[in-house]
């Protein structure tokens, strides 16, 4: 079993950064895509973006390209989401996912994920 943990999320003005950082339970990340998800309140949980296993290939939400970036540690086993220019529409609980080395953008592909942190954007 594999548990996830994420941490970094709080309340911060438009235009400012959060980091979230995402720790495993054990050495699981060196073997699986990771993603991070978000859900807003009244709405379905979607994907923002992921990072294949060694980190060659990334993907993200069309509307925080630019303004986010995933990374990951494997000998730490955490993964991380930089996010700056945070606007008010970023707010959400913001999870980290495991999956395979096939998983994408389908939430359906990830089997593991945290509990979720709450990131919080003020106008």
């Known amino acids: 079993q594999v548990q996830l943990a994420e941490s970094g999320g709080g309340l911060v003005q438009a235009g400012g950064s959060l980091r979230l950082s995402c720790a495993a339970s054990?050495?699981?990340?060196?073997?699986?895509?990771m993603g991070w998800f978000r859900q807003a309140p009244g709405k379905e949980r979607e994907f923002v973006s992921a990072i294949s296993i060694f980190g060659g290939d990334t993907y993200y939400l069309a509307s925080v390209k630019g303004r986010f970036t995933i990374s990951r540690d494997n000998a730490k086993n955490t993964v991380y989401l930089q996010m700056n220019s945070l606007k008010p529409e970023d707010t959400a609980v913001y999870y980290c996912?495991?999956?395979?080395?096939?998983?994408?953008?389908?939430?359906?592909?990830?089997?593991?994920w945290g509990q979720g942190t709450q990131v919080t954007v003020s106008s």
């Open positions: 054990r050495r699981t990340l060196s073997t699986t895509t």
């Open positions: 996912a495991a999956g395979s080395p096939a998983s994408s953008t389908n939430p359906n592909q990830y089997n593991y």
